[in-house]
C-alpha cells in the first residue's frame, strides 16, 4: 500500500475512534490476555487494544497486516508503547493459525472484514486461533444497511459526480468488475458464518456516525476504498475524482454531513 494512500487521516476522525472503542468496550477484555488486532494497518486499533490488556503480567497483542507498508508505519507509530508485548506480523486472516502459535483469548478485525474474499475460510481460522470461549469481534460500515434510506440519495450522487470528474479531467473510466469490497453481506448473512463456525454471538450493535465532508474526503485518500469504488482507475486521480466528486454532491443536496451505519458483532468460541 503506497504511503500517501493509507487510512491514517481517516483514523483520526473522532467517530472512527468511537466505533472502535465502542467494539472493545463490547468484547471486556481483561489486563494480561493475549489479543490479536487482525487487520491491523497503521496501528490504530492496535494502541487502543494495548491500552486495555497493559500493565499486567503476559499481556500481548499481536498485530497482523497483509501491507507491509501499512505494518512499517504501525511499528513506528506504536514505538514507545509500553505496558505489553506488542508484535508485527505480516499475513493474511486466511493463515492466521499459522501466524499465532499459541491460543488467543481475543481477535479483533476492525474495518476491514468486508475486504476478505474468502470469509468462511477467515472464519475458520480465527475459531483456530482462539482459546476456548475466547472473542471473535469485527466491525464494518460496508454490508447491506451501511447506508440508511436518508443518505442513499447522497452516495448515489457522489459516485456521478465523481465519474464525471474522472471522465472530464483525466479522460478515464471505472472498470466494470465487482471487486470484493462492493461484495456486500447482510448482517444476518454476517451472524449465520459465524453460526456455522463455532461461535455465539454475545453482542451486536449497530452505530450511526455522522459522516463530514472532510471525513469523506479523508476516505477518498484510502487506497482500497479508492480501488472498491473506482476499480482499475489510478490512485492519484481516482482520490481526485472522489474528493471533487463529494464536495460537488454535499453542494448539490446542501448537506453537512451524511449518516453511515457501522455494524458491530462480539462472539465467542463455544
Given at each position: ?13 473522532p ?29 490504530t486499533v492496535?494502541r ?57 483469548d ?40 451501511a ?50 463456525h ?11 456516525v ?7 474526503e ?53
Amino acid at each position: 500500500m503506497p504511503e500517501a494512500f493509507t487510512l491514517d487521516k481517516f483514523a483520526q476522525h473522532p467517530f472512527y475512534q468511537e466505533v472502535n472503542r465502542r467494539l472493545i468496550a463490547l468484547a471486556a477484555l481483561r489486563p494480561g490476555q493475549l489479543v490479536v488486532d487482525l487487520g491491523a494497518g497503521t496501528g490504530t486499533v492496535t494502541r487502543l487494544l494495548v491500552a486495555e490488556v497493559a500493565s499486567s503480567p503476559g499481556a500481548e497483542v499481536i498485530a497482523v497486516e497483509p501491507s507491509e507498508s501499512a505494518l512499517d508505519m504501525a511499528r513506528r507509530n506504536l514505538e514507545n508503547i509500553r505496558g505489553a508485548v506488542v508484535s508485527f506480523v505480516h499475513g493474511r486472516g486466511e493463515k492466521l493459525s499459522l501466524l499465532v502459535r499459541r491460543p488467543a483469548d481475543a481477535v479483533f478485525f476492525c474495518n476491514a472484514i468486508h475486504l476478505v474474499r474468502e470469509k468462511a475460510e477467515a472464519m475458520k481460522e480465527v475459531a483456530g486461533t482462539l482459546r476456548q470461549g475466547g472473542t471473535f469481534s469485527f466491525n464494518t460500515s460496508f454490508y447491506q444497511g451501511a447506508e440508511p434510506p436518508e443518505a442513499e440519495q447522497f452516495y448515489r450522487r457522489w459516485m456521478m459526480r465523481a465519474m464525471r470528474v474522472l471522465k472530464r479531467r483525466y479522460d478515464l473510466t471505472p472498470e466494470r468488475h465487482k471487486v470484493e469490497a462492493r461484495v456486500r453481506l447482510s448482517e444476518e448473512e454476517y451472524l449465520q458464518l459465524l453460526r456455522d463456525h463455532g461461535f455465539r454471538v454475545k453482542e451486536k450493535e449497530v452505530v450511526q456516525v455522522k459522516m463530514s465532508l472532510k471525513a469523506l474526503e479523508d476516505i477518498s485518500e484510502y487506497s482500497l476504498w479508492i480501488e472498491g469504488v473506482l476499480p482499475g482507475v489510478p490512485l492519484k486521480e481516482g482520490s481526485e475524482a472522489l474528493k471533487e466528486g463529494a464536495r460537488e454532491a454535499f453542494a448539490d443536496l446542501g448537506l453537512t454531513s451524511s449518516p453511515r451505519n457501522w455494524l458491530l458483532i462480539v462472539a465467542s468460541k463455544a
